[in-house]
């Protein structure tokens, strides 16, 4: 299994981005898939998750701000981020399970 993020960058605060994360190498649409972050110095934590049924669930610091989808024909998993803030700044990965992809550098900077 290997998953592959896109979609990071530089955005001033109030803006948005839409992260992909596509999976290769497994039963995709079994998978439940999460999202986290990471600054340097410190360790992953946990910001969306969405099951093999769509139910999905986000940590208090991002809910009602970004939205998780999923497209089991595209192997991809979404991440939409809105009204983002500098606090957001972070590496994003996905994970399934001990799988991890490489994450995707946001920044949110004026």
């Known amino acids: 299994v290997q998953f592959v993020e896109y979609g990071g960058g530089l955005v001033q605060p109030g803006g948005s981005l839409n992260l992909s994360c596509v999976c290769s190498?497994?039963?995709?649409?079994?998978?439940?898939v999460g999202w986290y972050r990471q600054v340097p110095g410190k360790g992953r934590d946990f910001v969306a998750r969405i099951t093999r049924t769509g139910t999905t669930s986000y940590s208090n610091s991002v809910t009602g701000r970004f939205h998780i989808s999923r497209d089991n024909n595209k192997n991809t998993v979404y991440l939409q981020l809105n009204d983002l803030k500098p606090e957001d700044t972070a590496v994003y990965y996905c994970?399934?399970?001990?799988?991890w992809g490489q994450g995707t550098q946001v920044t949110v900077s004026s």
């Open positions: 994970n399934w399970a001990v799988h």
């Open positions: 190498g497994g039963a995709f649409s079994v998978f439940d």
